[in-house]
């Protein structure tokens, strides 16, 4: 049962459904509707990693280059994938290049997501920490990728509200959550607002929303995950017994998945998550 502290409520400690010692996957955390599977793409050694919810087992696919997101296809076998230096797709374990971003060494992307509509979004940073050189795009999959908003540290988890008039964005290294209105229709962004300013210990990495228009962050460093309401005020905390949780997904059933490098932990919040759209 939850019980409120200081007005922050807590929730029970997560149970473990995956220890992993030779998997580094992180917060690129999907839930696959064809499958019903959990599924994280590894950002350092290049593999997909496939989890059965129910069982904890998992299937590992090795692409053999760095994954920077990654979402099932609506219409197509395979996946979508952000990888650092532009977007793609992979099936049967293999990459293929349709949006070639950065060729030069130091503008990465880090992480994304696909909105309502089946469009890709994706943050990108400067991998020498230069301030506001981040951005953030958008894909299609069918034109070439356009720059929606700009002036960002390092931006990390998206999300959007259940009605699909807000979007969120948290970014890592200002250690701030954004919101900004949606046009779900064009693919368009408002004026980017904070809306929260994030304190530590740990820093703001994946996040998803709740049908009460509620925002979860793993807190990266931190060993929790934290909920803020609509007006950026931090009203709930789940502590989770490993110090960098990375990302977070609900699942159909209302259970929270969190994720750290070799760990999947599942809780219940006793509220429904904003379902994430496969790429179209």
């Known amino acids: 049962m939850k019980s409120a502290v200081h007005n922050v409520t807590t929730y029970p400690a997560p149970d473990v459904i995956v ?9 690129r955390l999907v ?6 599977k959990l599924v994280r793409a590894n950002a350092h050694g290049g593999q997909i990693v496939e989890t059965d919810p129910r069982t904890g087992e998992q299937t590992v696919t090795d692409v053999g280059t760095a994954i920077a997101a990654i979402a ?3 219409k197509h076998p395979g996946f979508a994938a952000v990888f650092p230096e532009g977007f793609g797709f992979i099936v049967d374990g293999e990459l293929e290049i349709a949006d070639l971003l950065f060729p030069e060494p130091y503008p990465r992307l880090n ?4 909105d309502s509509r089946g ?11 230069a301030p506001e050189r981040g951005r953030l795009y ?5 034109s070439p990728s356009v720059v ?5 540290m390092r931006p990390a988890g998206l999300g959007w509200s259940a009605d699909d008039s807000v979007m969120y964005l948290a970014d890592s290294s200002a250690s701030r959550l954004y919101s900004m209105p949606f046009n779900a229709d064009e693919g368009r962004i408002g004026r980017v607002g904070i809306l929260a300013e994030i304190d530590g210990p740990g820093v703001p990495a994946g996040l998803c929303v709740d049908t009460e228009q509620c925002v979860w962050i793993a807190m990266n460093g931190g060993g929790e995950v934290r909920r803020y309401n609509s007006r950026g005020t931090l009203i709930g ?13 609900f699942g159909d059933d209302g259970t929270l998945f969190i994720t750290s490098d070799r760990f999947v932990f599942a809780v219940r919040t006793g509220t429904e998550g904003v379902p994430v759209a496969s790429f179209s």
């Not at 905390?237 to 997904?249: F, Y």
């Open 148 to 152: 929606a908003a700009s002036e960002f």
């Open 119 to 129: 469009r890709f979004w994706a943050g990108s940073s400067d991998t020498r920490f």
């Open 31 to 36: 839930l696959d509707p064809r499958t019903g």
């Open 138 to 142: 958008r894909w299609d999959g069918a």
């Open 72 to 74: 099932p296809r609506r």
């Open 237 to 249: 905390a789940i502590a989770v017994p490993v110090s960098q949780p990375s990302g977070c997904v």
């Open 19 to 27: 220890a992993s010692d030779d998997l580094h996957a992180g917060d």
């Open 111 to 114: 992480d994304g997501k696909v």
